[in-house]
Every structure is written in structure tokens, then in C-alpha cells.
């Protein structure tokens, strides 16, 4: 036997004469089913291969002298844009003065509806340096002796009437922008701590008014990647009849998210817990939102890869090979079937 003759002993798939194929309808059926099987097969493995997956990975957090960027995006339709503020600090008690902020104040009508604007070049207020992490005190506590001192003058007259009109109107006010503190344990919050003590009297007649209800639109530490979601964008926190303190005790977790591209993109996510304390009649604080953030030691790394293409087509083979097996057996267990029903008949002539 020559060596054509031994290879072509090897082939596997030999091929009978076309006269001696028979094709059926039933067969024809079956092969159309096949094929469609295998178009949405391959379709889904494709689709399967081109799309990425992500890997996670721990480390130690090295970044050591960046900045911390703070997304604020907050509504208080409670309180007018007259009385807020926004202070920063961080763990140590030391006050940012020198941030780079960018903060808009909306005014907004009893419907939520815009009727002003307000740039706030400077909404971080200076505090004593020996405020704490999770200090309890407000600013008119510190400073009571200070502010006996101080008298009325027409401004302060008039900043009074503003703002009680303002309430009498429904205003409400929402603060947006970005705040870049530094990259340790702080805290922010919003409130009325920035009037004079006695403004703050004479306008809300007491703590126990001063309504900090509040919606956060969004609230994040950098830019979003997919799939990320701050646990506390689209909170409501509404008070009727009632007033309080609200604090969010946030755990951040610095992140890198990897694209397929190389591209990468330094952010951060976080967990967040709640907590609300309700005022009474005899409470020397004032209501405020606070929100006291801590980082984790520990960055988290996000990778976009993509399944390997040796990958792809051992799924594919197996897929489309598996269907057409499988169409195959079908297609003679239906032929023997036919064959079975239609041979009777064929019998019956005869007789």
C-alpha cells in the first residue's frame, strides 16, 4: 500500500455517492432548527468573548500627601441658602482654609423650582484647632462668651427679615460642588453653624426649629467607574414636626479602576453607616448633617480583562460541535420513526 492509499485511510470522514443520499423533509427540518441553534450559539459566545470581566485585587495603601476630592450634591428644602454652611476639618483638628473649593448654593421655591444662584468662594469656616474627629460641639457652644458681646447693627436686622421671609415663603436650598481636603480622617457638615448665635435665635426661636430635613442626589470621593455605587446617593431624609442631628459614619476604601486600555483611574468607594439624634427643648447644640469619613489601610485594585481567544474557540467547538451531534441524532431517530409508521401501510397494499 502506497502512501496516498495510507493517508487516505486515515480520513476520518469518507463520503458515500450523492445517489446513494437520501434526503427527507423531516431532515430538512431539523437542519434548519440546527442551524439556528448554532447562529444563537455562536452569537452568544461572541458576544460571550468581547465582552470584559473584572478582577479584583487588595494592597497596602502607599499614596501618602494627596488630596481627598468630596462630590456634594445635596438639597435642604427646609432651610434657605441664607443660614447654610459648610465646614471641613480634618482628624487632627487642623482647619483647611486653604482648599480649592468650588461650592453653588440654589435657591429653590416651595415646588423645588430654581430662583437663584449663589457662588460660595469660601464656605470653609474657621474653627478652634481643638476641635475633635467626632466633635459634638457646634460653634455657638465654643464661643458663648464671645458672642454676648456682640450687638444687632442694621445688617444683622436685615439678614433676620430676609431669612424669615424666606421660610415664610417655603424656600429651600441645594449645595453642590467639590471639596478637596486632605487625604486623612476629617469630617464635613452642613448646617446653620455659620450665623451669629444670636441671628440663629432670633430667626428659628430655638435649636429645636431648625429643620435639616435633606435629599442626597449624589455623594462621592472621586469619579464613578462601571459598576460603582455610592450607598448614599438618592437618600431622603425628611422631618415633620421633629429635629435632630444626622450623621453618616463613611469608610472609604481607595480604589484603582484598570481599563482594557491600560487607562487608569484613581478613585474611591465607600460603606456608610447612620445614625440620628433627636433634639430637645434643653440641647445647647444645633441641628446639622455631619458626615465623618475614615480611609481604609487596605487600596483595591479593578481590572477589565478579556477572555483569551483559545478560550473562545475551545467553547465554540464545543458549543457548535455538540449541536450538530445532536441535530444528527435527531434527524435519524425521527427518519427511523417515519420509517416505522409509514411501513405498515406499505404492507397493507400489498395484501
Known sequence: MGVKQFIKSLHAFPRAEEHLLQKTQSGAVVSIIGLVIMATLFLHELRYYLTTYTVHQM?????????????????FPSLPCDVLSVDAIDMSGKHEV????????????????????????????????DHKHDHNKDHH????QKLHAHSFDQDAENMVKKVKQALANGEGCRVYGVLDVQRVAGNFHISVHGLNIFVAQMIFD?????????????????????????????TVRILRGASG????????????YRYISKEVLPTNQFSVM?????????????PAVYFLYDLSPVTVTIKEERRSFL??????????????ALTGMLDRWM??????????????VYR
Open 59 to 75: 494592597s497596602v495603601d502607599l499614596k501618602r500627601g494627596e488630596t481627598l476630592p468630596i462630590h456634594i450634591n445635596m438639597t
Open 98 to 129: 486653604d482648599l480649592d473649593t468650588n461650592i453653588w448654593k440654589l435657591r429653590l421655591n416651595r415646588d423645588g423650582f430654581i430662583i437663584g444662584t449663589e457662588y460660595l468662594s469660601d464656605l470653609v469656616e474657621k474653627e478652634h484647632a
Open 141 to 144: 457652644g465654643d464661643s458663648d
Open 206 to 234: 430655638g435649636a429645636i426649629h431648625v429643620n435639616v430635613s435633606h435629599i442626597i442626589h449624589d455623594l462621592s470621593f472621586g469619579p464613578k467607574y462601571p459598576g460603582l455605587h455610592n450607598p448614599l446617593d438618592g
Open 245 to 256: 442631628t444626622f450623621k453618616y459614619y463613611i469608610k472609604i476604601v481607595p480604589t484603582e
Open 274 to 286: 447612620e445614625y440620628f439624634s433627636p433634639m430637645n427643648e434643653f440641647d445647647r447644640t444645633w
Open 311 to 324: 478560550h473562545f474557540i475551545t467553547r465554540l467547538c464545543a458549543v457548535l460541535g455538540g449541536t450538530f
Open 335 to 348: 427518519y427511523r420513526f417515519l420509517e416505522m409508521l409509514t411501513k405498515p401501510n406499505a404492507k397493507s
